[in-house]
């Protein structure tokens, strides 16, 4: 999801093969890498994980995002990832007529 509100929801992230605390320094490495991706244009989602407890979370679980009826906090950050999103084949035409004057009378 958006990285900034997958990120409200962690307090460790991993490093490697190590988890450690999402402290303010980790939080300036992420805003960094965040803002240096999408100021190259790209899409940035962002995951995280979180282990739950099976005998409250069984196979077959239906998780249900509207009621959220699972943890939404002290998740584990994994990553960033970036893609490039090309504008779609109407944008052009619809900037352009945002751009044209508009006469009235």
Known sequence: GAPERIVDMCSSILVGEEEVPFDEGVREDFNRAYLELGGKG??????????????????????????????????????LISLIDPPRASVPSAVAKARSPVLTS
């Open 42 to 79: 790209e899409r940035v989602l962002g995951f995280a994980d979180l282990r739950l407890d099976k005998a409250k979370y069984p196979r077959g679980f239906e998780f249900n995002a509207e009621e959220l009826n699972f943890p939404t906090k002290d998740l584990r950050f994994i990553g």
